[in-house]
């Protein structure tokens, strides 16, 4: 059966722990292998990208596989031909798809019809690639995930869910903060909470933010939002990620942000450019995880 990778929750707790030890193997060995020769993903990205698109090519390269880019401009899905036409077709060319696109529901549907496995490569409700991703960067700042507190401040997004399903399989407190009204999706967390996850909400960032070992932020506008820039900026007043919120924080508290960022909106300068900022290794660790996702992706089991 083709395995897909749409959210987090698509591996088993113990892939999800084994696929970060592998991620971090890849990455201390400068990994190659030939494990995609003769293989051909298609990316098909219907949003901007700079991290997802090129750390999946040049992973997918390193792996010793080849990729066709795709955009619904230049392609006929931007002349509406549907999806589960696009996915049967593609299926008999290529070997995997990678997408980004908007509704969860779309990469649904592209899964369902197509014969060929599927990774989500942000959607507006998750974006599980930089989750793990954030998973294998916190591996290398803290001994273990157990007795560890991450917050979250700022939008109840894509990124937002992503940790809410990765605190299902992680043994760290999640702490999060969101303006009234920009909470995360209540069916995901009910799930989660369901399922045992350490996860309080809560619409004070200090709270949020105290004793926490990584804080997380992301922009307050996500692709596709772009019209309600100005009425979020009001409503996430007080959500800036800066010095005076981290004091709330534990003394090593690290800061992250899976990037674009805002300087000076839901990041200050400050704290995006500081000695405690690990964005730079997230961003970095976006290549070492795709490589380990794709290889569990084609692997047999
Ligand atoms: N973090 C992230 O997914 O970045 P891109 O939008 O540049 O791919
Ligand atoms: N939440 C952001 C993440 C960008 C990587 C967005 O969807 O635009």
Redesign the pocket.
């Known amino acids: 059966m083709k395995k897909d990778f749409l959210t987090i929750l698509d591996m088993s707790r113990q892939e999800a722990h084994d696929i970060i030890r592998r991620a971090r193997e890849m990455k201390d060995s400068s990994h190659r292998s030939s494990i995609l020769k003769d293989k051909t993903f298609v990316l098909i990205f219907e ?9 999946f090519e040049v992973g997918i390269r390193h792996l010793g596989g080849h990729y066709v880019f795709m955009t619904s401009r230049e392609s006929q899905l931007g002349r509406s031909e549907p999806l589960k036409d696009t996915a049967r077709v593609l299926s008999r060319y290529a070997d995997g798809l990678i997408v ?1 696109t908007f509704g969860q529901a779309k990469l649904e549907e592209l899964s369902r019809y197509s014969s060929i496995p599927v990774i989500n ?2 959607t507006d409700d998750y ?1 599980p ?2 989750v793990m991703s954030d998973l294998l960067t916190i591996s290398e700042h803290a001994p273990s995930f157990e007795d560890l507190t991450i917050s979250w401040v700022g939008d109840g997004n894509n990124m937002a869910n992503s940790w809410i399903n990765a605190a299902i399989y992680f043994p760290f407190k999640l702490r999060m903060a969101f303006p009234e009204g920009y909470e995360p999706n209540s069916n995901v967390l009910e799930a989660a909470w369901n399922r045992g996850a350490d996860i309080v909400v809560t619409h004070d960032p200090a709270e949020a933010v105290r004793g926490a070992h990584f804080v997380n932020t992301d922009v307050w506008a996500s ?1 596709g939002q772009e019209q309600d820039k100005i009425e979020r900026a009001l409503a996430f007043k007080g959500f800036t990620v800066d010095d005076k919120l981290l004091k709330w924080a534990d003394d090593r508290v690290r800061v992250m942000h ?3 960022a805002y300087r000076g909106q839901e990041i200050s300068d400050q704290a995006i450019e500081g000695d405690r900022s690990i964005v730079w290794d997230q ?1 970095e660790n ?1 290549l070492h995880m795709q490589k380990a996702i794709l290889e569990w992706v084609v692997s047999p089991g």
């Open positions: 949003k901007a990208s700079t991290r997802t698109k090129v750390s980004r490569a942000l974006h690639c930089q692709m899976c990037l674009p961003a976006r």
